[in-house]
């Protein structure tokens, strides 16, 4: 059993490379998460042969550097398997004790799990815009004969491959600067009084178990707390705007975020002449509506390999990548 590890800053996921076992686990770094107990619990449960993991958990505010976030979590990694231990990095797998301590080639596994999702689409799909809405991320990565994306998050968000935006996390300030309501336009306070989530489960596009995330106030994660935390994006009480106002703030948010999407999709097509999108992530459904306004046919991987792994992708991508190219090992 060859298992795959997509270590986030705020999600870990996992995937066995046979497609039969998935995993997503909210575990924020940035709030010394048990990431080892989980990880040492999934050795114990699957008792994987060998691990293949991608990692962009570096990014977290908890670690000073991206070298130092790296060095902990493959530490973290290593620790937890009783098994040989691999990671993807753009140049392909390494394991551990064969990466320098210099900085360069420690970095060269940093932000690498688009990569590892690209490479096996690259092989399995051929030419196309892979897009992966995840809880925080997008990525847009335009695959020809491999994939095209810079290699760092810095040049990739200056070239757009990288939007920072996801399905959950995202501040709903950052998306909606300012909201239509009963004739007045109000700006959203820059506050974390609600997230993008927030606006999903108002207009029922998400349940409250997708909601898998801390909400802003840590209150419950009900339709009624949700729209109380809409209102409170434009200081207000749910009773001052009624449901109609916190609804309004929903509808705006969740169409400035297609609108960006769309925008972030078409410069990328457009770019590099494709003339059809791989859709996946949690929000893949939103890739899709996106698609079909630009008349893009629509691939989502969840018509591939099923939705539990096209929700967990690059984990699913590391291991199946591992398990073609055993040997492969740098």
């Given at each position: 059993m060859i298992l795959g590890l997509d270590i986030g800053g705020a999600n870990t996921k996992a995937a066995s490379a046979d497609g039969k076992y998935t995993k997503s686990v909210y575990l924020p770094l940035w709030k010394k998460s048990p990431l080892e107990k989980v990880l040492k619990s999934i050795n114990a449960e699957k008792k994987p042969e060998a691990v293949a993991v991608v990692i962009t958990g570096e990014l977290a505010d908890c670690?000073?550097?991206?070298?130092?976030?790296?060095?902990?979590?493959?530490?973290?990694?290593?620790?937890?398997?009783?098994?040989?231990?691999?990671?993807?990095g753009h140049g392909g797998f390494k394991e551990m004790d064969t990466i320098e301590s210099d900085s360069?080639?420690?970095?060269?596994?940093?932000?690498?799990?688009?990569?590892?999702?690209?490479?096996?689409?690259?092989?399995?799909?051929?030419?196309c815009l892979f897009v992966d809405i995840g809880s925080t991320t997008t990525d847009l990565i335009p695959i020809e004969a491999g994939p095209l994306a810079a290699k760092t998050d810095f040049l990739r968000l200056a070239r757009g491959e990288l939007v920072y935006m996801g399905l959950l996390r995202t501040t709903l300030n950052s998306i909606l600067?300012?909201?239509?309501?009963?004739?007045?336009?109000?700006?959203?306070a820059p506050e974390l009084f609600a997230i993008i989530a927030d606006a999903y489960l108002a207009l029922g596009l998400i349940d409250p178990d997708r909601y898998s995330c801390d909400s802003p106030d840590g209150m419950d994660k009900s339709r009624t707390s949700s729209l109380r935390r809409l209102a409170r994006s434009v200081c207000a009480d749910l009773e001052e705007i009624?449901?109609?106002?916190?609804?309004?703030?929903?509808?705006?948010?969740?169409?400035?975020?297609?609108?960006?999407?769309?925008?972030?999709?078409?410069?990328?097509?457009?770019?590099?002449?494709?003339?059809?999108?791989?859709?996946?992530?949690?929000?893949?459904?939103l890739i899709a509506e996106a698609a079909r306004t630009l008349g893009m046919d629509c691939i989502p991987l969840s018509e591939l390999y099923g939705p539990e792994l096209s929700a967990v992708f690059p984990a699913y991508a590391a291991a199946r990548l591992l398990e073609a190219d055993p040997m492969d090992i740098r």
């Open positions: 670690f000073n550097s991206k070298k130092e976030g790296l060095e902990s979590i493959m530490a973290i990694a290593c620790r937890a398997f009783s098994c040989p231990v691999y990671f993807w360069t080639s420690i970095l060269d596994i940093a932000a690498a799990n688009w990569s590892a999702s690209a490479e096996l689409l690259a092989r399995e799909l051929g030419e600067p300012v909201a239509r309501i009963r004739g007045y336009r109000v700006p959203l009624g449901e109609s106002g916190a609804m309004a703030i929903a509808e705006q948010a969740c169409t400035e975020q297609k609108r960006a999407l769309i925008a972030a999709m078409e410069r990328q097509l457009e770019l590099h002449h494709l003339e059809r999108v791989a859709a996946a992530g949690i929000g893949e459904w």
